[in-house]
Each structure stands twice: as C-alpha cells, then as structure tokens.
C-alpha cells in the first residue's frame, strides 16, 4: 500500500470547486517556482466544469502564471473539438477562454482523427517534446486532475480494459463499450502515476458507493490505481459522494 491518500471534504458542490481552484493554484505557484513552470492536466466529464469556471475567476485567476502553463488533458471521446461531448470545448468554455494561457501552450488530443492509435502516439510524442522528456522517459506533470465514473473509471480507463495494465505507453487508444461514446484516448496509469500531484473531484450522491468502493478495498478498480509515486494524491469529495466513507466530516 503507497501513502494514504488525503481525503478532503467539503459541503457541497461550490465548496468543490472553490477548494479545487485553490489547489490548482497552489500547485501552479510550486510547480513554477521549482521548476519555471506548470504542466497541468484537465480533467474531462461534467464535475470539473465548476471547478474550470471558479479558476477563472477572480481571485484564482490572478493568482496563476498563465504565461508558464501549459494545459494537456487526460482524455479525449472520439468527436470533433465542438462536439457538445467533447472535454476539449468544455475547458475551453469554461476556463481557457477566460484566462491568458498562450494558445500554443494547450495540446488538444485529436481523438476524433481516423486513426486513433496514431493519434495517441502523436500526442505521446508531443508530451515527450513539450515536457523535454528523454527518450523512454516518462512525462512528469505537475498536477493531473481526475474524475470518477460510477464504475469506478478515471480518464478513460475503463475496469477490464487493457489499457489498465498498459505499463510503457503514457497515451492509449482505448474502445471503451461501456461508455457513451466508446472511442477514446486516454493517458495511462504509468504517466498519471509519474506525476508530482493528482487531485480526484468527486460530486454528488450517486458517486458515495464507488467512493467507498475505490478508497475501501477494491484496489482493483482503475481509479484505485492511481498512486503518484511521489505521494501526491488528494480525494476532493462533496459530502454526498462522502456519505458512505467512516467519517465524512466535512471542512
Ligand atoms: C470523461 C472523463 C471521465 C469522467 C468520469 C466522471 O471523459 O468522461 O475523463 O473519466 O471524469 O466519467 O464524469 P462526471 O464528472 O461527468 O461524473
């Protein structure tokens, strides 16, 4: 068993996103004075939506260097870039519309491209690229924000997928039949967990028996998998995804 994880939670859905925007930020400002900058990794999904619009709002959005992020995601469903479904046009509607980030500095997956699994590849190898990886080096992230399905899915990693156990490649083309839309790309565990933080944002009610799930003993569960190496790993829960954790008392 890695480090426990930190488990924060707070009332409600607002509170989420105000606790999360202030994480980002936090993260941002080590990242940056560490290291010159901050590689962030958006989440896709509807939780994160609140959290995106918070950050670019004041005070959170004064409080990022913009000019020293760069913004990749950790999934991608296989439509257009203004597709309704895509985790692109959401982060782009509710946050990167609104803040300074240079253009250039957000990498899009094009999941919707013909061939997938070159897709993936492609943005495997802009990651090495952007992030000045070595050759056969992971991309280390500053921060990777999750969401949790109610199956227990985080990104695109989906229970008794393959790719769950995907070891060397840090981006996959996944076929995910349980989902909306199937057709996927996804980091995988290796990159996700290479990161110095990752921040899981769980909302609402019908999330409380996969909570329980993930963070009690099914270490079998893709979400339950993700253990950054370097510890960094914080559950950010409403009280009613919570509700069923021993002690959910909330901040
Ligand atoms: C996606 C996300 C996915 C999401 C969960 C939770 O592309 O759908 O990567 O992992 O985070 O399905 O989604 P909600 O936040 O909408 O419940």
Redesign the pocket.
């Known amino acids: 068993m890695g480090v426990a994880p930190n488990v924060i939670v707070v009332a409600d859905p607002g509170a989420l996103a105000e606790t999360a925007a202030g994480l980002v930020v936090d993260a941002a400002a080590e990242a940056v004075r560490a290291r010159g900058r901050f590689a962030l990794v958006l ?7 609140a959290t995106y619009a918070r950050l670019a709002q004041a005070p959170f959005r004064d409080r990022v260097a913009w000019d020293r992020t760069w913004v990749f995601f ?4 296989a439509v257009p870039p203004d597709h309704p ?1 895509s ?1 692109h046009r959401m982060a782009s509607e509710a946050l990167l519309s609104r803040v300074p980030v240079p253009p250039a500095q957000v990498f899009r997956i094009r999941a919707e491209a013909e061939d997938t699994d070159a897709a993936a590849a492609e943005y495997a190898r802009t990651l090495g690229e952007v992030l000045g990886c070595r050759r056969g080096e992971l991309p280390r992230f500053d921060l990777v924000l ?5 199956d227990g ?5 989906f229970p008794g997928s393959p790719v769950v156990r995907e070891v060397f490649r840090p981006v996959a083309a996944v076929h995910a039949a349980a ?3 199937p057709e ?1 790309i ?1 980091l995988t565990l290796p990159v996700i967990n290479a990161a110095a933080r990752v921040v899981f ?4 009610a ?2 409380a028996k996969v909570v329980r799930a993930v963070l009690g003993e099914q270490a079998t569960l893709p979400a339950a998998m993700v253990r950054p190496e370097g510890g960094g790993l914080v559950w950010l829960l409403d009280r009613a995804a919570a509700a069923l954790l021993a002690t959910p008392e909330a901040r």
Do not use: Q, Y
Request: charged fraction near 25%.
């Open positions: 989440a896709g999904g509807a939780t994160p939506r950790g999934d991608e469903r479904e985790n999750l969401g949790l399905g109610v899915h985080t990104a695109s990693l989902a909306l839309i996927r996804t944002l769980v909302a609402g019908e999330k």
